[in-house]
C-alpha cells in the first residue's frame, strides 16, 4: 500500500500557506463574506485542482491556510484572536480588563453582560457565523473535488478526505454550540445552501460523528506523530471522543479518548512547557509564522501595551481562588501583572510570548487546538458517568499530578466524581476553545453558575449567541433564536 509521506503538508508549507492560499484556492476572497448568498466565482475547476495528489494538497492547504495567523479576513482573524478564548466573557473566566465602557472591548462586554444583539453590536457573533461557514464551505468542496477525483491515488484520496471531513465536524460543533440548531451544509452548491433552515441539534450531531467516523476509518497511522499542524487519526479520535461527551455516548467518550492515551504518542508536557512548539502534549496545532500564538497579542500585556483578557479574581468561587495554593497552574497558567500602565490584574498566561514580550528561553509557541490533558478528563468524566469512580479519580490525579496538586481521595459518590471532573476541566481547559462555557452548557448548570457570579446581567436566553441580522435578512428560512427577536 501507497505510504502516506510524513511531510508532505509539512510545518515549513503550511507557513507559506496563505500564498498558496491566494494563489489556488477554490473560491474567491470575494466570496467568502457572502457565503450563502452569492455564488462562488471559482478561481481554478475543480477537475484541475484535483487532478493529481499533488494539486490536491495544494488545494487542502489552502483550508488550513485560512485558519492561520497569515490570514486578512476579519472572521479569519477572528478564528485566532476570538474563538479560543473570547467566550471566557460568557462564562465564569474572564471580565474585560480595559472596562465595561471601553470600545475596543465593545464586544466582549456585551459577552460579558449578555446584551449581544443580532445587528452591528456583536461583530464577533458575524465573524463566527461567517467564519465557520467559509471553512465548511471550503472542506465541502475539498471533498467533492476528491470524490470527483480520477487522477488521485487512492491513499492520498482517503487521507485528505479524512483531514476534510475533520475540520467540517470541528466548525459544525463550535456552530452548533454557539448557536443551537443551524442551517446543515453539506454542499458547494449556492442554490441549494441559500435557502436551507435550521437544522435540529441531534441531525448536527449526527453529522459530526458520520464525518469523524468516516475520517477515523479512511485515515492512515503513518502520519509523523510530530507532524502537530495538519489532522491525523489522533486528532480525529479526539474530538469523537469530546463530541461523545456531548451525546451522551459514555462508552464512546472513554474508548476514543483511551485510544488517543494509549496509543504512546503523546505524553503530558512539563507544566511550564505545555504550549511550547515541540510539546509532547499537543495533538493537533495551528502553525504560527512568528514563533507565537495570535491570541497571546489580546491575553498578555507589555509595557506600552494593555491586555483585553482580565481573570475574575473577585465574587463567589471565583477562578483565581478555585486553585489550590500548591498548584503550579496558579503561576503557570495565570499570573498577576501589570496591565500596560493600568493596574495590576490576573491574566490568562497560558501563551507567554506575542511579539512584544519575548522569551527568556528562546522557545517559540503557535495554537494549541487539541491536546493530551484534555483526553483524561474526558475518560474520567466517562468513567465516573458510567459507575467506574476509581478509574475516573485516578485519571483526574494523572492531570493533578503534573501540576504537583494535591491528589484527589476515592469517593463512592458518583455526582461528587462527575463535580470533581467538571471542576478540573475548569483549571486545565481554563481559556481554551470555549471549554468552559459548553461544558457548563452541556451539563446543565449554566444557569445556577453565572447567576451566582453575574446575577444582574444573566439572561437564560443567552445560553445560545443571536444568529446575525445580516443572515437572517439573507435567508427568510432562517429564525432568530428565544430572547434576540425584535431587537438589532
Known amino acids: 500500500m501507497e505510504k502516506i509521506i510524513s511531510n508532505n503538508l509539512s510545518s515549513k508549507t503550511i507557513k507559506i500557506l496563505p500564498i498558496i492560499s491566494a494563489i489556488v484556492f477554490l473560491i474567491s476572497a470575494t466570496s467568502c463574506n457572502k457565503l450563502l448568498d452569492t455564488a462562488p466565482k471559482y478561481i481554478l475547476t475543480p ?90 464551505y471550503q472542506a465541502n468542496s475539498i471533498i467533492e473535488g476528491i470524490q470527483g477525483s480520477t487522477g488521485m491515488t487512492v491513499p492520498y484520496k482517503n487521507q485528505y478526505m479524512g483531514e476534510a471531513l475533520f475540520w467540517r465536524a470541528y466548525y459544525y460543533y463550535y456552530l452548533v454550540n454557539f448557536y443551537g440548531p443551524v442551517p446543515l451544509i453539506t454542499t458547494s452548491d449556492y ?27 479512511l485515515m492512515s497511522d503513518d502520519i509523523s506523530a510530530n507532524e502537530v499542524y495538519r489532522v491525523t487519526r489522533s486528532a480525529v479520535r479526539s474530538l469523537l471522543a469530546r463530541v ?15 485510544e488517543v492515551i494509549g ?22 496545532g495551528i502553525s504560527s509564522l512568528y514563533g507565537y500564538a495570535q491570541i497571546a497579542t489580546q491575553t ?15 465574587g463567589t468561587n471565583n477562578l483565581v481562588s478555585a486553585f489550590s495554593s500548591n498548584d503550579l497552574r496558579t503561576k503557570n497558567y495565570i499570573s498577576y501583572q501589570k496591565n500596560g500602565s493600568s493596574d495590576s490584574i490576573y491574566i490568562d498566561y497560558k501563551y507567554k510570548i506575542n511579539g512584544s514580550v519575548q522569551a527568556t528561553d528562546g522557545h517559540t509557541e503557535s495554537t494549541v487546538v487539541l491536546r493530551l490533558a484534555e483526553q483524561y478528563l474526558i475518560r474520567a468524566e466517562a468513567e465516573a458517568r458510567e459507575g467506574k469512580l476509581s478509574a475516573a ?46 461544558t457548563l452548557k452541556r451539563t446543565g448548570i449554566v444557569d ?34 428565544d430572547g434576540y427577536d425584535g431587537v438589532n
Not at 498578555?300 to 473577585?314: G, I, N
Not at 446581567?457 to 432568530?480: C, F, R, V
Open 244 to 258: 461523545s461527551l456531548f451525546t451522551g455516548n459514555w462508552a464512546d467518550a472513554e474508548k476514543y479518548s483511551t
Open 47 to 136: 477537475e484541475k485542482i484535483f487532478s493529481n495528489n499533488d494539486s490536491a494538497n495544494y488545494a487542502l492547504a489552502g483550508l488550513y491556510g485560512s485558519m492561520g495567523d497569515g490570514a486578512t479576513n476579519s472572521y479569519q482573524q477572528a478564528f485566532l484572536l476570538d474563538v479560543p478564548v473570547a467566550s471566557s466573557f460568557s462564562a465564569d473566566e474572564a471580565y474585560p480588563a480595559l472596562g465595561l465602557a471601553n470600545s475596543y472591548s465593545h464586544d466582549y462586554s456585551n459577552m460579558y453582560t449578555y446584551s449581544m444583539l443580532p445587528g452591528s453590536n456583536f461583530t464577533v457573533s458575524n465573524y463566527y457565523w461567517e467564519g465557520f461557514y467559509n471553512f465548511i
Open 393 to 438: 479519580i485516578a485519571d483526574i490525579n494523572v492531570v493533578r499530578q503534573r501540576a504537583q496538586a494535591t491528589p484527589l481521595s476515592n469517593s463512592s459518590n458518583s455526582a461528587e466524581v462527575i463535580n470533581d471532573v467538571i471542576n478540573e476541566r475548569r483549571l486545565e481547559l481554563c481559556f481554551e476553545w470555549a471549554d468552559r462555557w459548553f
Open 191 to 217: 442554490e441549494i445552501s441559500s435557502k436551507i433552515a435550521r437544522t435540529d441539534t441531534s441531525a448536527i450531531y449526527q453529522q459530526i460523528v458520520s464525518d469523524l467516523t468516516t475520517a477515523d476509518s
Open 300 to 314: 498578555l500585556p507589555s509595557k506600552s501595551k494593555s491586555c483585553v483578557y482580565a481573570v475574575m479574581d473577585s
Open 263 to 284: 496509543n504512546g504518542k503523546y505524553s503530558l508536557a512539563p507544566i511550564g512547557k505545555v504550549f511550547y512548539d515541540g510539546s509532547s502534549e499537543t495533538i493537533l
Open 448 to 481: 445556577a453558575v453565572i447567576s451566582a457570579v453575574k446575577s444582574e446581567y444573566w439572561k437564560s436566553y443567552a445560553k445560545l449567541y443571536p444568529i446575525p441580522l445580516k443572515e437572517l435578512q439573507k435567508n427568510p428560512s432562517l429564525t432568530q433564536n
